[in-house]
């Protein structure tokens, strides 16, 4: 089992639809959780922490479940510049400080 | 300010072959790191450095070393490439990794792209 699961997708939604991503995490002692945007052929970026009270910026909003170990990304009111590959990302000190990135999900956005 | 940058942004090596690819960062963090990045495998830490003068091996270091220069420069180099090293190397930097989320952020370089024949 890998340590970090994301869904491969793609994902194909209209513009202005609202999309959910979730991700799960197999380390219950993982201690940092993200979300990581990555265009195609470019670099991830930061797209925001994940905190257990749950975050939101924007039209974008972070939840952790711990017992659960899952996090999940919502994007409401989609918009075409949304469609990239969504990185979920967890950081331990199990054994050492580890960041373990997940494979990412598709989004792909239609007008 | 750069950011992090990467040189080169794409190399083609024969089998058996060595290279060194640069990385630095002129945020004045604490911690680098270098990846691969392979389709449907997500990114995977080849090694890592958590603060100048200290190196540690990551997910999938065999055939890699990496050389922490000094705090702005992170190289890793292939003795004899293979190609299974055909991937797209990042290169990232944080403030300092292990620590609270606001530390722990990722800033990578634009990647190299490495083709092995």
């Known amino acids: 089992r890998k340590e970090v699961e994301q869904d491969p997708g793609p994902f194909n939604v209209p513009e202005g639809a609202t999309v959910a991503f979730n991700c799960t995490y197999s380390?219950?002692?993982?201690?940092?959780f993200f979300w990581y945007r990555q265009d195609c052929r470019k670099e991830p970026k930061l797209l925001m922490s994940v905190y257990s009270s749950g975050n939101e910026d924007g039209r974008f909003t972070a939840q952790l479940n711990r017992a659960s170990q899952y996090i999940s990304l919502l994007i409401r009111d989609s918009k075409l510049s949304d469609s990239a590959t969504y990185l979920c990302v967890v950081t331990s000190l199990t054994g050492g400080f580890k960041t373990i990135f997940g494979a990412g999900t598709r989004l792909f956005v239609k007008a | 300010n750069a950011g992090v940058t990467q040189t080169p942004k794409f190399q083609v090596l024969k089998t058996g072959q060595s290279m060194t690819l640069q990385c630095a960062q002129d945020m004045n963090h604490n911690s680098m790191y270098w990846y691969r990045q392979d389709p449907g495998m997500g990114l995977r830490l080849i090694y890592y450095s958590a603060s100048e003068g200290t190196t540690d091996k990551g997910e999938v270091p065999n055939g890699y070393n990496v050389s922490r220069l000094n705090k702005r420069e992170f190289s890793l180099r292939l003795e004899s490439a293979a190609p299974s090293q055909t991937s797209v190397y990042f290169c990232?930097?944080?403030?300092?990794?292990?620590?609270?989320?606001?530390?722990?952020?990722?800033?990578f370089g634009p990647g190299t792209r490495l083709t092995v024949l």
């Open positions: 380390n219950s002692a993982s201690q940092s």
């Open positions: 990232a930097s944080s403030e300092r990794g292990g620590s609270p989320n606001s530390y722990n952020e990722q800033f």
